[in-house]
């Protein structure tokens, strides 16, 4: 994975979201975050099944403010 550093400024955005991104996926399982080695994704011999904690509609932590307001849109 790249570096945080180099991610957000490609993407344009700031360091602290794309580490946050990083975090909320290491909390997930999808990626090893290993300090001074960097960030690999993870080695998933066989997918959870749905019913093993994680959410089945998406989450909203680091989604814009506006995506978690009342007004969503009528396909929600």
Do not use: F, N
């Not at 994975?1 to 602290?16: F, I, K, N, V």
């Not at 999808?30 to 080695?37: A, N, V």
């Not at 089945?56 to 814009?64: E, G, I, L």
């Amino acid at each position: 994975m790249p570096s945080t550093r180099g991610l957000s400024r490609q993407l344009g955005l700031a360091r602290g979201t794309v580490t946050a991104a990083y975090d909320q996926l290491a909390e997930e399982g999808y990626l090893t975050i290993r300090p001074g080695s960097g960030t690999t994704v993870a080695h998933i011999s066989k997918p959870a099944p749905a019913s093993a904690g994680r959410p089945t509609t998406p989450t909203t932590t680091c989604a814009p403010r506006s995506w978690t307001t009342s007004a969503a849109p009528a396909a929600w």
